[in-house]
């Protein structure tokens, strides 16, 4: 197990970071290969859930395929691409079998929503000014946080953050989760040349954002009962597990960084 998941960082971690430094259309099928594969996670992890027919992998992908070109394209596609995804959604209710109800349509939005347009502001915030700076800030803050809370929370971790959703995590661990980010936000800030006096506050942010996106994932799991989202990265779970963070993350901070910018 130990020499699975060391492999799986050796190989993950350059091409990540040669990906976000690329940008432009490598980063964009990057994206488009974590949607796709994270929404069909997504279909067979919370498909049992409710009652009735799921959709189609074909419906998942394309909804997500079509976000991540639009985040791409820029300007007006964006509203574009929700306007036919919304209309996907009614079209396959209407094809649905009567009495069949709207929670498989409902299903498709979340899906869409969740791991569609969350994720698609990884190439919206690697097109800012100084985007490059700020999407490896998020990226790494992140990281940082995640080891913070489970080096912190094993060590010192006595009281449950949550215990119905996660009962691993430890408030202990959060709080050592949200000092590593921040610290590690002065250090890339001040490496990267980005606003000294944003980024301290911002590594909190992320690390606050990405343990609710954390433990967003890990409600969805208890609810279908799964330890894991996927097995595709060995040693770490699914594309769900690997990202649940950075993709509540990132939203966040393209929205903090474009009103700083404005």
């Keep these: 197990m130990f020499w699975q998941r060391l492999l799986t960082v050796v190989i993950g971690i350059p091409l990540g970071v040669w990906v976000i430094l690329q940008g432009s259309w490598p980063l964009a099928l990057g994206v488009s290969a974590i949607v796709v594969l994270g929404l069909l996670e997504l279909r067979r992890m919370l498909g049992g859930v409710f009652d009735g027919e799921v959709p189609g992998t074909l419906w998942f992908a394309l909804g997500g395929l079509l976000i991540i070109a639009a985040a791409y394209i820029g300007g007006e596609a964006r509203a574009l691409?929700?306007?036919v995804l919304t209309l996907l959604a009614l079209v396959y209710f209407c094809l649905q079998p009567r009495g069949q109800g709207v929670q498989p349509v409902a299903f498709l939005l979340l899906a869409w929503m969740y791991w569609g347009v969350l994720p698609s502001h990884v190439i919206l915030l690697r097109n800012l000014e100084q985007g490059l700076g700020w999407l490896l800030l998020s990226v790494g803050c992140t990281w940082a946080s995640d080891i913070g809370a489970?080096?912190?929370g094993s060590l010192w971790g006595r009281t449950k953050l949550a215990p119905k959703i996660s009962p691993?995590?430890?408030?202990?661990?959060a709080v050592g989760g949200i000092v590593f980010s921040a610290l590690l936000a002065v250090l890339l800030g001040s490496a990267l040349g980005l606003a000294l006096g944003h980024v301290w506050w911002l590594g909190i942010v992320i690390?606050?954002?990405g343990q609710v996106g954390d433990l967003t994932e890990s409600a969805?799991?208890?609810q279908a009962k799964v330890k894991d989202s996927g097995r595709i990265f060995p040693g770490h779970g699914g594309v769900l597990d690997r990202f649940d963070s950075l993709v509540f993350v990132v939203p966040v901070m393209f929205y903090i960084v474009s009103m700083m910018q404005g």
């Design 81 to 83: 691409a929700l306007t």
């Design 150 to 152: 489970y080096v912190v």
């Design 168 to 173: 691993n995590k430890s408030i202990e661990g």
């Design 207 to 209: 690390s606050v954002v």
């Design 220 to 222: 969805m799991k208890r």
